[in-house]
C-alpha cells in the first residue's frame, strides 16, 4: 500500500453557498485543506468588502469545532464596482481576488461583466494594487461552440486584457484546454491557473458514458483526451504557474437532475483524495505537495501551512448521495470507488 505524507494543502478555488448549505460544504472543505479562495457567486453577489466579511462570519459559524479553517475572501466584479473598493478591500486584509464572470458564462453569472472597457478604471486600480483578477475564462458567444468558449477567450479577451494592463496579476482558473496551458506557460509569471480534479480525471466522454450524465457537467465543459492529458502534464510537471483549486460546486441533485441541470460538480467530500489519484496515474505522487500546498500559496503571497496531511491508498466507496442543507447532494463517484483516502 502507498502512503503519502504532505504539507496540509489549500484550495485555491471553492464554492461554498451559503445558509443551510454551508454546514456541508464547509465541513468537507475544512476536513482536507487549511485554506480556500472562496467564490463569491452567490445570489446576491458578494461585491464589496462589507458583504465578504459578513460572508466570512457565516462560513466560520457554520464550521465543525474541532476544525481549523481559513476563508481567503473575493468579490464579484460587477459593472458598477469602484475603484476605490479595491482600496477599501486590499486594507481589510481578507480579500485576496476580484472575480471576472463574463455576463452569462456560468451559475449566477447574470451579474458579471457584459463590456470589458467598463471595469477598465477597476482594472487599472487593482494592477496598481497588485489585486489579483480572478477569470472564468470563457466567452458567451452563442456562435462560437461550447467546446471552444476557453479558447476563442484567449484570443479575444485574455490576451489583450493582458497587452492593455500588463502588471495585473492574473489566475486564469479551471483551465481545461491545452491552449489555456500553453497560454499560462508561454506568460509572465504573474500569469497562473488553478486546475480541478475532475479535468485530471474526465474527459467529455463522460458526460455520455450509457447516457447522459447530468453530474458531470460543469463549466468549463469537461473537454476531449489530449486535452486532459496536456492539463496533467502541467499539473504534474512541478511547474509553479498551476495549482490546485477544486472549483468544487454543489448543487442539490433535484438542479442537477433536471430537464435544463446546473453546472457543477461537487468534489469536496473527497478533493485531495482524487488530485492523488491523477497525480498517481501520472506517477507524480511526489510532485503533488507543491501544486497542492505551496505554488498556490506562493502566488497568493501566504505563508506554507505548517500541518501536515496524510493519505493512504485504500479503496473507500463513495455513498449515492450526502445532506446538503435540508436536501440531497450527489458527489463526484457516488457509488463508486475512490484509490486514496485519509490516514489518521
Ligand atoms: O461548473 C461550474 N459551477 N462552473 C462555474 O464556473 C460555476 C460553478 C458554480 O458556481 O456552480
Ligand atoms: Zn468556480
Not at 500546498?293 to 506554507?304: E, K
Request: negative net charge; proline residues 6%; aromatic residues 8%.
Amino acid at each position: 500500500m502507498q502512503k503519502l505524507t504532505i504539507r496540509c494543502p489549500d484550495d485555491m478555488h471553492l464554492h461554498l453557498r451559503d445558509g443551510a448549505n454551508l454546514k456541508r460544504s464547509v465541513a468537507d472543505s475544512a476536513y482536507r485543506f487549511a485554506r480556500a479562495i472562496v467564490m463569491p457567486n452567490l445570489v446576491p453577489p458578494i461585491s464589496n468588502t462589507a458583504q465578504a466579511l459578513g460572508y466570512r462570519e457565516r462560513i466560520l459559524s457554520a464550521l465543525p469545532a474541532d476544525l481549523d479553517f481559513e476563508p481567503l475572501m473575493t468579490l464579484y466584479l460587477t459593472e458598477t464596482l469602484s475603484p476605490d473598493e479595491i482600496v477599501v478591500a486590499q486594507q481589510s486584509g481578507f480579500i485576496h481576488g476580484i472575480k471576472l464572470y463574463p455576463a452569462g458564462a456560468t451559475t449566477n453569472a447574470e451579474f458579471g461583466v457584459s463590456r470589458m472597457e467598463r471595469v477598465y478604471p477597476v482594472l487599472e486600480r487593482m494592477e496598481k494594487l497588485a489585486m489579483p483578477l480572478l477569470v472564468h475564462g470563457e466567452v458567451v458567444d452563442p456562435e462560437v461552440d461550447a467546446f471552444d468558449r476557453e479558447a476563442v477567450f484567449i484570443e479575444r479577451e485574455l490576451a489583450p486584457l493582458m497587452a492593455r494592463f500588463p502588471g495585473l496579476r492574473i489566475v486564469f482558473e479551471h483551465i481545461t484546454t491545452r491552449e489555456a496551458v500553453d497560454f499560462v506557460r508561454g506568460g509572465p509569471a504573474h500569469l497562473v491557473a488553478t486546475v480541478t480534479a475532475h479535468h485530471l480525471l474526465l474527459n467529455r466522454n463522460a458526460l455520455f458514458a450509457g447516457g447522459m450524465r447530468p453530474h458531470h457537467y460543469c463549466l468549463p465543459l469537461l473537454k476531449r483526451e489530449s486535452h486532459r492529458q496536456a492539463l496533467l502534464e502541467a499539473a504534474t510537471s512541478g511547474d509553479p504557474k498551476f495549482f490546485l483549486g477544486t472549483d468544487s460546486a454543489p448543487h442539490t441533485r433535484h438542479a442537477k437532475e433536471s430537464a435544463c441541470g446546473c453546472a457543477g460538480i461537487y468534489t469536496a467530500h473527497a478533493a485531495i483524495e482524487l488530485y492523488a489519484e491523477a497525480f498517481a496515474s501520472a506517477n507524480a505522487l511526489s510532485r503533488l505537495e507543491v501544486f497542492a500546498s505551496q505554488y498556490g500559496a506562493d502566488f497568493y503571497g501566504l505563508p506554507y501551512n505548517s500541518e501536515s496531511m496524510a493519505l493512504e491508498e485504500i479503496a473507500v466507496e463513495v455513498p449515492s448521495s450526502l445532506f446538503f442543507g435540508e436536501e440531497a447532494l450527489v458527489p463526484f463517484r457516488a457509488g463508486e470507488q475512490l484509490a486514496w483516502r485519509l490516514s489518521s
